[in-house]
T-cell receptor
Framework: DAGVIQSPRHEVTEMGQEVTLRCKPI?????LFWYRQTMMRGLELLIY????????DSGMPEDRFSAKMPNASFSTLKIQPSEPRDSAVYFC?????????????FGPGTRLTVT | AQSVTQPDIHITVSEGASLELRCNYS??????LFWYVQSPGQGLQLLLK??????LVQGIKGFEAEFKRSQSSFNLRKPSVHWSDAAEYFC?????????????FGKGTKLSVKP
């Protein structure tokens, strides 16, 4: 199994530009999670999907952030416009569905730097 | 309120010494407990998980964890630490039953290993 795939692995952009992060979950997993990790705030959940439907987006910091999951094998996290304070590592994780299962498997992350 | 507490921010142990990382949780429902490890520049890797049964669970890389309901704890242990164990360790709690839900992560404990 390839595991969770994220692209790009590194992104450097200028303030005001649009940034799109991509994630391919593990095949067969029905839940997908986007996290942000910084030194100051640690690991924060931004949004999660179950069966391609957003379940909880209360962690999305503001309207500049949006996430989509058009099908079971692909999700995007978009930041428009980007700001320096968005610099962080963004992780995607997926999890199997089913009664009593809540474990998550993480991708390698995308390190975003906004200058 | 649901929470996970890892009281030790940073621990240093000598190679070959034993290790115990502490985790306490507060959770209203039946918890599903996890330990993850994050090596520098990497995503989070699942070490082990517990829901029911034997309260001592074995994970990968020689780690084990013991669930103590009376103490609301799920401490991670390893009898002999290797230099490659230097990383950050996260305890997490999630729901059991029903649809897929979110995990609540602790702030993490950074482990340094002295030669």
């Amino acid at each position: 199994d390839a595991g969770v795939i994220q692209s790009p692995r590194h992104e450097v952009t200028e303030m005001g530009q649009e940034v799109t992060l991509r994630c391919k979950p593990i095949s067969g997993h029905n839940s997908l999670f986007w996290y942000r990790q910084t030194m100051m705030r640690g690991l924060e959940l931004l949004i999660y999907f179950n069966n391609n439907v957003p379940i909880d987006d209360s962690g999305m910091p503001e309207d500049r952030f949006s996430a989509k999951m058009p099908n079971a094998s692909f999700s995007t996290l978009k930041i428009q416009p980007s700001e320096p304070r968005d610099s962080a590592v963004y992780f995607c994780a997926s999890g199997p569905s089913g009664q009593g299962i809540s474990e998550q498997y993480f991708g390698p992350g995308t390190r975003l730097t906004v200058t | 309120a649901q929470s996970v507490t890892q009281p030790d921010i940073h621990i240093t142990v000598s190679e070959g010494a034993s290790l115990e990382l502490r985790c306490n949780y507060s959770y209203g429902a039946t918890p599903y407990l996890f330990w993850y490890v994050q090596s520098p520049g990497q995503g989070l890797q699942l070490l082990l998980k517990y829901f029911s049964g034997d309260t001592l669970v074995q994970g990968i890389k020689g780690f084990e964890a013991e669930f103590k309901r009376s103490q609301s704890s799920f401490n991670l242990r390893k009898p002999s630490v290797h230099w490659s164990d230097a990383a950050e360790y996260f305890c997490a709690v999630g729901p059991y039953g029903g649809s897929q839900g979110n995990l609540i992560f602790g702030k993490g404990t950074k482990l340094s290993v002295k030669p």
